[in-house]
């Protein structure tokens, strides 16, 4: 008898195959997406793994070149301190070495600017030629060039170890120096190789001392060596670090990543090998690829995936326990959850009370503002945010806490790390404690050395406004002049057009070289023969006819016989430029014991002081003695100028300009 339905056994086997076919094409296709999925895992945790080191050593690094900002800034101001000291270099010596070995930092000097027309001047005043070193390192004079930035006080330590060497040629020491000054902040040069060999960075900070009665631009320049830098980086390594766009090593050709950071206005690039996959991360793929069991796979993949885990939990166990630095975990709603056991050494409480408070409680009750903002702050993603405040004991006294943070706001966690720097805080309250005690102990009178540093800063800020308020104006004058006595030249005589012409052009870049003068200039006419003649010669010099009545000969305080010198040349430089006038009466006289001034003239009016002209200048010098400036310029009108400045000034002290 045949068997009954027969031709269903190879349907049976041929869906059976069908069913294993889909099978195995799941099971390698899931391998196969398995495998590439397991890789791709290793390789982002190995790089989430590295970009964190980069930015801790770059967060590391940062901190370094702001403890050398904050050196210098100190340094900056105890140069004021010393200002007519015979001992200058010796205590700058001292204080440098005392200030500076504790935190790494090799040398740095006190450095002024000096244009080539004082080279003389300041290699008499200092005894030392201002010098730099030649490619056999013998020290030799600098050639002729526009200025310097001669070490006028030096640290004793390589390579600041010689007064008189001229850094303007070290890469990048110009633009710091100009940003230095403009701004009134540190400012970094790149990394550069130094003559002597040492490779690293400068920074630069604007601190002009009147030592010696000069008033040039002056600088704290601390040198911070690239081997300092890169050994911030205490828990990575190797670093290739690049400032400036100049690189200090390298990685070998290794794959890295990078954090980059902008300080003392300068790029810091920070690069640390990537890290690669190793150990069971590598191995798994080709695990799961051989043997084909999606469970296997699973279970190989989580048992890999929770052993690198835990070598990496163990790791960060063994820094955040045997850290000297407080690291914390704290939640959203401002409780800890998480301390290390440097908390009991450095606030004195356990673990346990630690946690069982808010964080708020811990903190100094003036500071508590503060931290409750800073944290909003960072919960609402705000990572790595150096933050300073005080934690009370349990003793009842407190130490000063600087925090790190980043927030992970997935969790609702925001994770820290504390560095106990309450000795730093108190060694410079204590230092800036010694500088004042420096300062008075120099003092004859604190009242009179008051009035000598307020005309010595007066004087300074004078002397470059008189540059633009006077001879400046002046050459523009003589350039107006010139060109219009060169456009009534006749045609015909293109040789004098052409003198005419060069002589405007000279006049042109004598404004332009005035202007980078140094500070010092007075005008010797009035030292010589007093404001009459000067006023007769600024008279003489006007493009406009000038109607000038002197009806005093008094003699006037040198602050008094400046300002009224210059406000009169603006007046009869601005007519000359804008006012259109045919002429002008200037005329100065002694009543009620003041100075008048007055100045008319007949053109068409319109002066603003609000349009930011020199007028401005004029009326902060006429307020700036106690003086009184009015100004009256209808439009079509004219203008007329009275200045009213009182003659019995108090005296300062401070020997006058020029």
Not at 235 to 244: E, I, K, M, R, S
Not at 415 to 437: I, N, P, S, W
Not at 499 to 519: P, Y
Request: some cysteine; overall charge neutral.
């Amino acid at each position: 008898m045949v068997p009954f339905s027969t031709g269903l056994v190879p349907d049976g086997k041929s869906s059976m195959r069908h069913r294993q076919i889909a099978t195995i094409a799941l099971v390698l296709a899931l391998t196969v997406a398995a495998f590439f999925g397991t890789r791709l895992l290793g390789e982002r945790e190995a790089r989430l793994n590295s970009e964190y080191r980069a930015e801790v050593a770059a967060a590391q690094i940062r901190g370094h070149v702001e403890q050398g900002s904050f050196l210098a800034e100190s340094l900056a101001q105890f140069m004021l301190s010393v200002a007519g000291s015979r001992d200058a270099g010796e205590e700058f010596e001292s204080n440098a070495s005392r200030w500076l070995s504790p935190a790494g930092f090799p040398a740095v000097a006190w450095v002024e600017q000096v244009p080539a027309s004082e080279r003389a001047m300041y290699e008499r005043r200092t005894g030392h030629p201002i010098v730099t070193a030649d490619r056999q390192l013998r020290i030799v004079p600098v050639g002729p060039q526009p200025w310097y930035l001669p070490t006028t006080l030096v640290s004793g330590v390589s390579p600041m170890d010689l007064p008189g060497i001229d850094l303007s040629g070290e890469i990048g020491m110009a633009a710091a120096a100009a940003r230095a000054r403009e701004l009134y902040a540190v400012s970094a040069t790149p990394l550069a190789t130094l003559p002597d060999g040492e490779k690293g960075l400068l920074l630069a900070w604007f601190a002009p001392s009147p030592i010696g009665g000069v008033g040039m631009p002056a600088f704290v320049v601390l040198f911070v060596s690239e081997p300092s830098l890169r050994a911030a980086a205490t828990y990575t390594a190797p670093v290739q670090l690049t400032v400036g766009g100049i690189s200090a090593g390298d990685l070998g050709g290794a794959a890295a990543v990078r954090s980059t950071f902008m300080e003392a206005g300068q790029r810091f690039d920070v690069a640390v090998p990537l890290e690669s996959v190793s150990g069971a991360a590598a191995v798994l793929p080709w695990v799961i690829l051989a043997v084909g069991l999606v469970l296997a796979v699973l279970a190989g993949a989580l048992g890999a995936n929770e052993a690198r885990r835990a070598r990496a939990q163990d790791e960060l166990d063994r820094i955040f326990n045997l850290s000297s630095d407080l690291i914390a975990v704290a939640d959203f709603e401002g409780y800890f959850t998480r301390v290390n056991p440097a908390v009991e050494q450095i606030l004195g409480y356990t673990a346990a009370e630690f946690l069982a408070r808010p964080y708020l409680q811990f903190v100094h009750p003036d500071d508590r503002e503060r931290t409750r903002a800073e944290a909003a702050r960072i919960r609402q993603g705000k990572k790595l945010t150096p933050f300073e405040n005080r934690y009370v004991r349990k003793d009842g006294s407190y130490k000063v806490l600087e925090w790190t943070s980043t927030p992970v706001l997935d969790e609702k966690l925001i994770y820290g790390v504390a560095r106990d720097v309450t000795e730093r805080r108190q060694a410079e309250t204590e230092l800036r404690r010694l500088a004042g005690e420096q300062a008075a102990s120099r003092l004859a009178l604190a009242a009179s050395r008051r009035r000598i540093v307020a005309a010595a800063d007066d004087a300074r800020r004078r002397i470059e406004r008189d540059l633009h308020d006077g001879t400046q104006q002046r050459l523009v004058s003589l350039k107006l002049s010139v060109d219009a006595a060169e456009a009534d030249v006749p045609l015909d005589r293109c040789d004098l057009r052409a003198e005419l012409s060069r002589i405007a052009a000279g006049l042109t870049d004598a404004v332009a070289e005035l202007q980078e003068i140094s500070r010092g200039i007075h005008p010797a006419i009035l030292s010589q023969g007093g404001l009459g003649p000067a006023l007769r010669t600024l008279a003489r010099r006007s493009a406009i006819p000038v109607e000038l009545d002197v009806a005093t000969d008094t003699r006037l305080p040198e602050p008094i016989k400046v300002a009224a010198y210059y406000v009169a040349s603006e007046a009869l430089a601005n007519s000359a430029k804008y006012a259109q006038a045919s002429r002008m009466q200037v005329s100065l006289a002694t009543r009620n014991g003041s100075l008048v001034l007055s100045i008319r003239d007949d053109g068409v009016g319109g002066a603003d002081v609000g349009r930011g002209s020199g007028l401005v200048g004029l009326q902060d010098r006429v307020e700036a003695l106690g003086g009184m400036i009015g100004i009256d310029s209808p439009p079509g009108g004219g203008t007329s100028i009275v200045v009213t400045l009182p003659l019995d000034i108090e005296p300062t002290g401070a020997k006058p300009p020029g």
